[in-house]
Structures are given as C-alpha cells and as structure tokens.
C-alpha cells in the first residue's frame, strides 16, 4: 500500500469513527459498502477493507459475509457478570416489568463529581428511576449523564423510557468499570420499600467513549431481589 493509500485509509477509518462516536450513525446503523466507500473516497477495495477491519478489530462495527458491516450493539462484561438492560432482564424471568422516573434535574457538576471528567461549568442530566419486576421494587437507578458528551439525552424522554435501554440504543461507547458491592439499602430503603439496614446489593457502572465519560450509575437491588450468577471452566497455563 502506497503512502497515499495509507493516508486514505486513516482518513476512512477517521471519518466512519466520527460519525459512530458522535451517535450520527446509531447502534445496527448499516455502514456504506465497500463500492460505495471506493466511489466516494475514490480508492481501491483493500484501501476500504483495511479501514473497515480496523473498525472491526476495535469493537465499532461488525462484519457480516454478504451482507455488510454495522454498527455494533454495544455489551457490557464484566470478568464474573454479564449486566444486560435491566427491563429486558425482568422480561426473560418471566416477570411483568414497571418503571417510574422518580426525578429528572439538569445541572452543573459537583466538584464532588471530578470522576465524570468535566471541565468546570460542565453539566449533568441528573436521573433517579425505580425499575419493578411483579409489582415490586427490583432496583433504585441513580444516573449521571454527561451531555456534553451526550447531548440527545436532552431531548430523550426518560418518562418513558428508562436511560439505561435508551443510552444502549443511542450513545456507543468504547470502554466500561463495574463494581460491585454489599451495602444497606440506607436512602435507598423509601424508593424500595424495604427497612434502611436490608443488605443490598450496588452495581456502579461507568461508561466511556474515546476518552470521554458518557454516564456513571448506582444501582440498588434489594439482596433478595437479585443474584450473580458465573459459570466457570478451568483455565489452562
């Protein structure tokens, strides 16, 4: 590959990135063809190939044989827990699913919210949500979302859709901690309905992408409520 080959190809790569990144391109968007990458770019298929594997190789896209590349669907993994979107989990037991925004504030960060990464004056959409599972409380969401990262979450009805569902489908991100800890249900017990020294379990999540800190959530189950299931192999030196 020649040097402008080369350059070309950074730029491809460059240009699709943006555009998954910024959330112009949603996750299960159906990135261009190679012919057409090769006509708007003017440049050979390997030219197209080597900037739609290097999407690939670093989790942005997927390649399907015939029928072309997309957008990946983001998942969240943790090396003993695999979190998926809390209603759709509620569904898969077999349970009716509820959900109640319980307050929505847009505001400046908190110095003691360093951790989102934002320059001074920076904001936050401020989330507290009760997911149920039966008719019961099943976890207490609290949700920070950087807009200056994600600024759609503005117009997202959070009324309707819980942000966890909605950040999946709409913001991708590159990169996610999780950590998990044992606590009484403390502030948590009103939304829960459960007295303040009910052990709980709190998952805390936060998201990424390109550097940037997209959310950070804390959510609280009900000990009861919810369990870590991990199915294990043995590992081979």
Aim: glycine content about 8%.
């Amino acid at each position: 590959m020649s040097a402008a080959e080369d350059s070309l190809h950074r730029r491809i790569r460059a240009d699709v990135q943006g555009r998954i990144l910024s959330g112009e391109w949603p996750p299960g968007h159906k990135v261009p063809a190679e012919h057409e990458l090769m006509a708007a770019y003017g440049c050979s298929r390997m030219t197209v190939s080597k900037a739609l594997g290097a999407l690939a190789e670093a989790g942005l896209i997927v390649r399907r044989r015939r029928a072309g590349s997309f957008v990946a669907h983001p998942k969240i993994h943790s090396a003993v827990l695999d979190i998926p979107d809390i209603a759709a989990e509620v569904k898969a037991r077999g349970q009716a699913y509820g959900y109640e925004l319980l307050s929505r504030t847009l505001r400046p960060a908190r110095e003691t919210e360093a951790a989102l990464d934002l320059d001074p004056g920076g904001r936050v959409l401020a989330l507290r949500c009760l997911h149920r599972a039966g008719g019961r409380p099943f976890a207490l969401e609290e949700r920070l979302i950087n807009v200056t990262a994600a600024p759609q979450a503005l117009e997202a009805d959070f009324a309707a859709i819980p942000p966890g569902t909605w950040l999946l489908h709409h913001v991708p991100w590159t990169e996610a901690e999780h950590r998990i800890s044992a606590a009484s249900a403390g502030a948590a017990a009103r939304s829960l309905g459960v007295p303040a020294a009910t052990a709980c379990l709190v998952l805390e999540r936060r998201t990424w992408r390109a550097g940037d800190r997209i959310t950070e959530v804390r959510l609280t189950f009900p000990g009861e409520a919810y369990d870590l299931v991990a199915r294990f192999t043995p590992s081979q030196t």
